[in-house]
Each structure stands twice: as C-alpha cells, then as structure tokens.
C-alpha cells in the first residue's frame, strides 16, 4: 500500500527562522514521484517540486531546499530565513507511473505558521 | 494566461440536494482532475477527465460523477447530498494527467451541506 506521513500537524517558528517540514513515504513501486504543493489561505495548491525516484540530488531553490533520501524515504522540505509569507498548509504527495491516478497519495499537511 | 478557474466559490445546500461544480482548465490543458479535501480525510482524489473522457476514478460513491467538454472544461455532479459531502472541492489541470505532472489548481468551491 501506498501511504504518505506528515508527522507535524503544525509548526510554528519566528520569522527569519529556519524551519524543516517532514515527509516519509512508503511504496513497493521502484519508479515514482514526489511533490510538495503549498496551500495559502486563499485554497488553491500551488506546485513546489516534482522528484522521480531516480534522481536523489538535493534540490535548493531560493530559500527553499530539499531533501530526498531513498534510504530512509524521506523527501523534506526545508525553508531557510522563514517569512510571513510562507504561512501556509504543506502538502507532500507521491504518485506512480502506473495507469491509475487513484494511486495518487496526499500526505494530511502541515500548517505552518510564520510569527513576525 | 488564465489559471484554473472554479465556480462557484461558495455554495450552501441541504441534504437530499444535488449540485453542479464548474472548472475551467487552463487554455491548452487537455487533463482535469478533481480532489475533495475535508479535515478529516484530507485530499482525495475524486477521478480525472482527459479529451472528454473519464480516465480514472477514485474510490467515491456513484453519486459522485462528471464531465468533461469539447473544450476542456469540466463538470462534477453529486447527487442526493450527505452531510458529510461538506468539503472544499479542487479541480487542476494538467497537459497529459496528474501522475507525474505538475499540476495547477483552482482556488475550490467550498460546499456546505446542511
């Protein structure tokens, strides 16, 4: 079975902190994808990074990095000198290459929430 | 270049009702797919639309269905409502379909079943 887990339910960190958002998956299938999406409060998600099973290289980009290790499958999110802006729900989400969408797996968030 | 598009953005119904949600897809995306998100349960997937087609479906009641037109944009229905269909509705879009792409999503239709 296919599953997604956001063990931190919330987190909140002062500005210019920074902060690491946790994702562990599980799947049997070799080839797979990884995301993160953001949710501001306005509801719609907005795409962060696609990973495939076959690239581990650590990806930063801005403030943003992160961090995917078959080994212990994790792909954490990592925001450096965090901003208000940055408030948000954090989804991690793993897909296959298999035909069926409904393989498709949301982790269940995490709120986080930039104090200034 | 226009992002996804949902409306309404609100709506209020009762049990026993059926409703209508609309999105419109970003011009040249030819896939929609459509999650529920609640607290409870988080996103699910409900099923995908590609070229007027339904490709997949996620594991919802029949009351759960929709569609898709000639020109991308997409329709889902439910009928006979439950409360528990009270949820944040979201529709993407995406070139080819949601597996591996990038998807891009609307803002939702918030539904309240009372």
């Known amino acids: 079975a296919q599953k997604v887990t956001q063990a931190q339910t919330e987190i909140s960190v002062v500005e210019k902190e920074d902060v690491t958002l946790d994702c562990v998956y599980e799947t049997r299938d070799t080839t797979y994808y990884l995301f993160w999406y953001k949710q501001p409060p306005s509801g719609e998600l907005v795409f962060l990074i696609r990973?495939?099973?076959?690239?581990?290289q650590n990806e930063i980009s801005g403030r943003y990095s992160w961090n995917f290790q078959k080994s212990t499958s994790s792909f954490n999110f990592t925001i450096t000198a965090s901003q208000v802006v940055d408030s948000a729900v954090y989804f991690c989400a793993l897909s296959s290459d298999h035909s069926s969408a409904s393989k498709i797996i949301f982790g269940s968030g995490t709120r986080l929430s930039i104090r200034p | 270049k226009a992002g996804v598009t949902q409306t309404p953005r609100y709506l209020i119904k009762t049990r026993g009702q059926q409703v209508t949600l609309s999105c419109s897809p970003i011009?040249?995306?030819?896939?929609v797919s459509w999650y529920q998100q609640t607290p409870g349960q988080g996103l699910q997937f409900l099923f995908e639309y590609f070229s007027e087609t339904q490709r997949n479906k996620g594991n919802f009641p029949g009351r759960f269905s929709g569609r898709q037109f000639s020109n991308s944009r997409s329709e889902m229905n439910v009928s006979t409502l439950e409360l528990g269909d009270s949820a944040l509705y979201l529709c993407?879009?995406?070139?080819?379909?949601?597996?591996?792409?990038?998807?891009?999503f609307g803002s939702g239709t918030q539904l309240s079943v009372l």
């Open positions: 993407a879009s995406s070139l080819e379909g949601p597996l591996n792409e990038k998807l891009f």
């Open positions: 011009s040249g995306h030819r896939s």
């Open positions: 990973r495939n099973s076959f690239d581990e």
